[in-house]
C-alpha cells in the first residue's frame, strides 16, 4: 500500500470524523435557537446551525470524492 493511499485513508476518517462534528454542532445550536426568546438572536444561532449543517454536507462530498479517488488509487 502506498503512502499516498495511506494518506488519502487517514484524511476519509478524518472528514468522516469533521461530519459528525459538525452535525453535532447544528444540532446544538438549534436547540439553543428554538430555546431563545429573543427574535432576532434566535435567526443568528439558526443562521450558526446552518452554517454548521453546509460545513457538515461540505465534509461528506470531501469523503465521498476521496473515497472514490482511493478506489480508484487501488485499481492500479
Known amino acids: 500500500m502506498s503512502k499516498d493511499f495511506r494518506q488519502i485513508e487517514r484524511e ?5 470524523r469533521w461530519v ?12 439553543i435557537a428554538g430555546a431563545m426568546g429573543d427574535p432576532q438572536a434566535r ?3 439558526l443562521f ?17 470524492h476521496l ?6 488509487m487501488k485499481k492500479r
Open 12 to 16: 476519509i476518517a478524518q472528514a468522516t
Open 20 to 31: 459528525l462534528k459538525w452535525r453535532m454542532l447544528q444540532k446544538e445550536a438549534t436547540e
Open 43 to 45: 435567526r443568528h444561532m
Open 48 to 64: 450558526i446551525a446552518e452554517a454548521y449543517r453546509l460545513l457538515a454536507e461540505r465534509a461528506k462530498e470531501r469523503s465521498v
Open 67 to 72: 473515497a472514490r479517488l482511493a478506489s480508484h
